[in-house]
T-cell receptor
């Protein structure tokens, strides 16, 4: 497809378990962002990748959260020892960089994480 | 200084009416101000955006008004339609487009 793809769309896990959320950005988009959206709130920034490297990870709440993008395309958000407070929708967005950029972030539909 | 404050939290408008949502920011380094529309179960999608070198931008029924001195910007939806019923988020960013989002406005347009 042409849009940002996120899997799984829904994930239910138990407290203390490990979770991986995947994001497949729009082809050719070198900038990739992860956001977290709690119920009734605006998306909160987690991390931004420029190519393969994390250019800004200032939004990651603690060291249980980690994200990778080894080949500069697909990214995985990893959450260790999940807690009930981690329950949220995790949104991925991508953006074209360079002269062609308009500043628009293209969002996926999100992965809804529920920690029991 | 990184916050973007959005109001109202919710809004009910009659079909054909004008919907107005307001946002305020503190960081004068912000240089890109988009509005996103989100339907239930979907990701946010860009509606319209403005940069601080202009005071107004119009695209169809949607207009952004920008007041740089007051550090405020607003979204106006003219001739509101039931299909406009959604949650709207303002945002602000600088440089790397790391958006800081407002808390959202839930708009309902009555038929």
């Amino acid at each position: 497809g042409a849009g940002v793809s996120q899997t799984p769309s829904n994930k239910v896990t138990e407290k203390g378990k490990y979770v991986e959320l995947r994001c497949d950005p729009i082809s050719g988009h070198t900038a990739l962002y992860w956001y977290r959206q709690s119920l009734g709130q605006g998306p909160e920034f987690l991390i931004y990748f420029q190519g393969t490297g994390a250019a800004d990870d200032s939004g990651l709440p603690n060291d249980r959260f980690f994200a990778v993008r080894p080949e500069g395309s697909v990214s995985t958000l990893k959450i260790q020892r999940t807690e009930r407070g981690d329950s949220a929708v995790y949104l991925c967005a991508s953006r074209i960089e360079g002269a062609a950029t308009t500043g628009e972030l293209f969002f996926g539909e999100g992965s809804r994480l529920t920690v029991l | 200084q990184q916050q973007v404050k959005q109001s109202p939290q919710s809004l009910i408008v009659q079909k054909g009416g004008i919907s107005i949502i307001n946002c305020a920011y503190e960081n004068t380094a912000f240089d890109y101000f988009p509005w996103y529309q989100q339907f239930p179960g979907k990701g946010p999608a860009l509606l319209i955006a403005i940069r601080p070198d202009v005071s107004e931008k119009k695209e169809g029924r949607f207009t952004i008004s920008f007041n740089k001195s007051a550090k405020q910007f607003s979204l106006h939806i003219m001739d509101s339609q039931p299909g406009d019923s959604a949650t709207y988020f303002c945002a602000a960013s600088k440089g790397t487009y790391k958006y800081i989002f407002g808390t959202g406005t839930r708009l309902k347009v009555l038929a």
